[in-house]
């Protein structure tokens, strides 16, 4: 059985910085490549950054250069630091297996970017 529980939401100006953590249980760490999504009110769920098992990242153009994905396979956990935060980054974060999400996902934390 797979569970994602995804912290370090939270409300943040513009500009700002925020560091999204996700810690994971079952095997989907040590196989899978990663990836970091959000959802904002009335929009699809997007996967704004990937990252494989063996550590090469990928990332929607709209966080190129301001998000950064990682993760540590031993500890199960994928973290994404996000820097220059815009309001248009205000969505509910996830974490799960990329580019096919697993049907199972976390409560997700919420990003709020506004003055």
């Known amino acids: 059985q797979v569970q994602l529980e995804e912290s370090g939401g939270g409300l943040v100006q513009p500009g700002g910085s925020l560091r999204l953590s996700c810690v994971g249980s079952?095997?989907?760490?040590?196989?899978?490549?990663m990836g970091w999504y959000r959802q904002a009110p009335g929009k699809q769920r997007e996967l704004v950054a990937r990252?494989?098992?063996?550590?090469?990242?990928n990332y929607a153009d709209s966080v190129k250069g301001r998000f950064t994905i990682m993760r540590d396979n031993a500890k199960r956990t994928v973290n994404l630091q996000m820097n220059s935060l815009k309001p248009e980054d205000t969505a509910v974060y996830y974490c799960?297996?990329?580019?096919?999400?697993?049907?199972?996902w976390g409560q997700g934390t919420q990003v709020t970017v506004s003055s």
């Open positions: 079952g095997s989907i760490f040590s196989i899978y490549d």
């Open positions: 990252i494989t098992n063996g550590g090469r990242t």
């Open positions: 799960n297996k990329a580019p096919v999400p697993h049907r199972a």
